[in-house]
């Protein structure tokens, strides 16, 4: 009488493990890359809309408002911050001081993003026009390409993303 034996060999176990680690190893950078990119085009998007958010407060409540970027302690600079700022810049001095009033704070930027900007920071006046020429933030992500984040004189703040790619 010959049984149904169920089941599977240690040889065919072995190929089976050693086809899953190939198909890791392969697989592995390729999603490290894609997280990367979706974190970067996450914070993009966030941080646009911290600005808009600044510009809708300048004309809704009819006042000068300022967004930057700025480090840990509430300083507005323009490389290496940690989040975005918003609040109303009573002695423009570029720093949340006691007394302004503060409207939003970004959560803390991931560290594999670095954030540049070419100005210290961008007020919004009461009819939501930015006070200046141009601005820029750029954003990075290792192996990503640049996203760029154009404040314009009128107040409107666009995205672009660059042809070159981040360290």
Do not use: H, W
Request: with cysteine; proline share 5%.
């Amino acid at each position: 009488m010959v049984k149904d034996v169920k089941g599977f060999t240690l040889l065919e176990l072995m190929i089976a493990v050693s086809l899953g680690v190939i198909l890791l190893g392969i697989g592995a950078p390729a999603m490290s890359s894609l997280l990367n990119q979706n974190t970067l085009q996450f914070e993009s998007r966030s941080v646009l809309k911290y600005l808009r958010f600044a510009r809708s407060q300048a004309v809704d409540n009819q006042q000068t408002v300022t967004a930057c970027l700025a480090n840990a302690s509430d300083n507005c600079v323009t490389a290496n911050p940690t989040q975005v700022l918003i609040f109303v810049d009573t002695n423009s001095n570029n720093v949340l001081n006691n007394g302004e009033q503060f409207l939003a704070r970004s959560p803390a930027f991931p560290r594999t993003l670095t954030a540049s900007n070419n100005r210290l920071s961008t007020t919004f006046s009461p009819d939501g026009t930015s006070l200046v020429t141009n601005a820029t933030l750029s954003l990075c992500s290792p192996g990503n390409a640049q996203v760029n984040l154009i404040i314009a004189p009128s107040g409107r703040a666009t995205q672009s993303t660059q042809a070159n790619t981040c360290p």
